[in-house]
């Protein structure tokens, strides 16, 4: 068992949401119920070896930018799909944020933007970061090419 598990607070649909993140990422399952599915109060899920409990807690409660998951994405391809998948019914923010139609914030960033950030050539880092305020979508080769 994992020593630090998020526990995400849904109004009523941890169930739902639970699918929807697992139908988007390929190494990804529902690991257990808390009640019946269909009606269960919580869900806990598996996202590439990471367990996260989305339990249905009510209105009291809403997401914030403040918390959001972060998702290394080696490849446009992926960055692509998964931006596509979980922006869809959401809202697109700038620098790689993104709110799902839940409105849990994801940030889809490339591994390779933290190597360009810290390049000892600090021109170079800094024309790194301008491209990326000014994008949406982060974009690989727009990256590199800063």
Same mark, same amino acid.
């Given at each position: %068992?994992?020593?630090?598990?998020?526990? #995400?607070? $849904?109004?009523?649909?941890? @169930? @739902?949401?639970?699918? !929807? $993140?697992?139908?988007?990422?390929? /190494?990804?399952? #529902?690991?257990? $119920?808390?009640?019946?599915?269909?009606?269960? %109060?919580?869900?806990?899920?598996?996202?590439?070896?990471?367990?996260?409990?989305?339990? =249905?807690?009510? *209105?009291?409660? !809403?997401?914030? *930018?403040?918390?959001?998951?972060?998702? =290394?994405? /080696?490849?446009? +391809?992926?960055?692509?799909?998964?931006?596509?998948?979980?922006? +869809?019914?959401? +809202?697109? +923010?700038?620098?790689?944020?993104?709110?799902?139609? $839940?409105? &849990?914030?994801?940030?889809?960033?490339?591994?390779?933007?933290?190597?360009?950030?810290?390049?000892?050539?600090?021109?170079?880092? /800094?024309?790194?970061?301008?491209?990326?305020?000014?994008?949406?979508?982060?974009? #690989?080769?727009? &990256?590199? @090419?800063?």
């Amino acid at each position: %068992m994992q020593k630090i598990t998020p526990f #995400i607070w $849904y109004d009523g649909k941890a @169930e @739902e949401a639970a699918k !929807h $993140y697992t139908s988007i990422f390929k /190494n990804s399952k #529902i690991v257990s $119920y808390m009640g019946q599915p269909g009606q269960a %109060m919580g869900v806990t899920i598996e996202i590439e070896g990471q367990q996260f409990i989305l339990f =249905n807690g009510g *209105p009291m409660f !809403h997401f914030t *930018p403040a918390i959001s998951l972060f998702v =290394n994405a /080696n490849t446009q +391809e992926e960055i692509d799909e998964l931006w596509e998948k979980l922006s +869809e019914g959401g +809202e697109t +923010e700038r620098c790689g944020w993104l709110k799902d139609k $839940y409105g &849990l914030s994801w940030q889809i960033v490339p591994p390779v933007l933290s190597q360009l950030l810290q390049d000892k050539d600090r021109d170079k880092a /800094n024309r790194v970061m301008q491209a990326m305020l000014g994008m949406t979508k982060l974009d #690989i080769k727009g &990256l590199q @090419e800063a």
